[in-house]
């Protein structure tokens, strides 16, 4: 019986979806599935799409003070996040595109602009452009943010290891240096780990994709806090 309430609550979720799920979005003028009504019809039958945070979310949620958006208007304020953060890096190389099915905003920061050839020090010249970043972060404070470090497979294992944690730190640190809070941020260096490899490492191009930082951006819902403080007890 409670397996029958419980697919007859999600079919309901989803007949609600059909009908009023259609928006435009901000960013392309197309009509799409409405992640604001997912957010509101959804709740926690949807919450396993935000996936592979580091460390997880209950203790971040916890000890970052996150209040969450409200689950009717996630989608609405990610749309226009993701909207204005391309208006805003147009030109620089960063792309921004939707994850985790359309739950979070990933951040691709360009590889030979963010850094030299294995350095970690961030060029003078990017900084303008990660200011911009941290801004939006502070404007839209209800999410975690993941910085990911990644490099091609030139050179020793261990030192693509330790150069992709030093990049992915470094950019976590100059995110917390322009206001975001520290306690929202956390930075993982992935190496060359060929699950994560975008191009073809036998290739410039190839490489090039490959040695990257990742910035991800994942919204919190008012649900979510519900949820985390309620299994911290």
């Known amino acids: 019986m409670k397996n029958s309430r419980i697919f007859v609550s999600g079919l309901a979720a989803l007949s609600l979806v059909s009908v009023s799920a259609c928006v435009t979005d901000p960013n392309t003028g197309e009509q799409k599935v ?28 916890i000890g970052a003070g996150v209040g969450g958006v409200a689950g009717g208007v996630v989608g609405y304020k990610m749309d226009q996040q993701i909207k204005e953060l391309k208006e805003n890096t147009a030109g620089s190389g960063v792309d921004v595109t939707e994850t985790d099915g359309g739950s979070a905003i990933l951040v691709n920061l360009p590889d030979g602009v963010t850094f030299a050839t294995g350095s970690y020090t961030i060029n003078q010249t990017f900084r303008n452009t990660l200011d911009t970043v941290a801004q939006s972060m ?9 910085v990911y470090g990644y490099t091609d497979s030139t050179g020793s294992d261990a030192f693509n290891q330790r150069l992709s944690e030093q990049r992915a730190q470094a950019v976590a ?46 919204p919190i819902t008012q649900e979510d806090v519900a949820a985390a403080r309620a299994q911290g007890n």
């Open 34 to 61: 409405s992640r604001t009504v997912l957010g509101g019809a959804g709740g926690a039958l949807l919450g396993g799409l935000l996936g592979g945070v580091i460390g997880g979310k209950t203790g971040r949620i």
């Open 138 to 146: 502070q404007q839209y404070p209800d999410s975690l943010i993941d």
């Open 173 to 218: 640190n100059y995110l917390v240096s322009r206001g975001v809070s520290a306690a929202r941020i956390r930075s993982q260096g992935f190496g060359e780990d060929p699950s994560y490899f975008k191009g073809d490492n036998t290739t410039e191009y190839g490489r090039s994709l490959n040695r990257r930082v990742e910035i991800k951006i994942i």
